[in-house]
């Protein structure tokens, strides 16, 4: 039962260099997401996909791009990594069509020094 | 603009204390409202949604669509129930979060 995948878990970055979050599910969901977690923040949507080939934007979307080439993955592009790309990034999947129980990765910590 | 609010960033209760977690909301048209919780070192989690009705491990949630409003209820707190909670709202295709509360139940 693998779920949501997020790799990697923890990863520090120079300013400037470009990486990308990897999301991967099992469970065939229309829908996927990418959050940042900021503490006193809470949760801030990046992107959203609801389904293979189709992804939009959501609260905070500037600094990040993301594809949606198979309904399994969804990965997130840091192009010029920044400081206040500093947080732990969520990715999370459902079925999507108003079903809001949605499934959680682990999360990847990401510092960028 | 679609909006999720939860006013307090901590709370702190003792054990067998009644608690509420406080949880605005501000969307146009008819969001489905839910709880998630985050225990420590564990992932996020559903933990109930206000189209089931349902009460999960004592929490109860009720929608006020005249508030807009849709608070978390416990009448007696445990230890175990310490953890961040978000509330959030989805519609059309996205799924938005507050900025979470931290509970502590205190023995």
């Known amino acids: 039962n693998a779920g949501v995948t997020q790799t990697p878990k923890f990863r520090i970055l120079k300013i400037g260099q470009s990486m990308t979050l990897q999301c991967a599910q099992d469970?065939?969901?229309?829908?996927m997401y990418w959050y940042r977690q900021d503490p006193g923040m809470g949760l801030k949507l990046i992107y959203y996909?609801?389904?293979?080939?189709?992804?939009d934007k959501g609260e905070v979307p500037n600094g990040y791009n993301v594809s949606r080439s198979t309904t399994e993955d969804f990965p997130l592009r840091l192009e010029l990594a920044a400081p206040s790309q500093t947080s732990v990034y969520f990715c999370?999947?459902?079925?999507?069509?108003?079903?809001?129980?949605?499934?959680f990765g682990q999360g990847t910590r990401l510092t960028v020094v | 603009a679609q909006r999720v609010t939860q006013p307090e960033k901590l709370l702190s209760v003792f054990k067998g204390a009644p608690v509420e977690l406080k949880c605005n909301y501000s969307?146009?048209?008819?969001?489905?409202l839910f709880w998630y919780v985050q225990y420590s070192r564990q992932r996020l989690q559903l933990l109930l949604r206000h189209i089931s009705r349902e009460s999960i491990k004592g929490f109860t949630a009720d929608l006020n669509k005249g508030e807009t409003s849709f608070h978390l209820k416990k009448p007696f707190a445990q230890e175990e129930d310490s953890a961040m909670y978000y509330c959030g709202g989805y519609n059309n295709n996205d799924m938005r979060f507050g900025a979470g509360t931290r509970l502590t139940v205190k023995p």
């Open positions: 969307y146009s048209g008819s969001p489905e």
């Open positions: 996909s609801v389904g293979a080939g189709i992804t």
């Open positions: 469970m065939n969901h229309n829908y």
């Open positions: 999370a999947s459902n079925v999507g069509e108003g079903n809001t129980e949605a499934f």
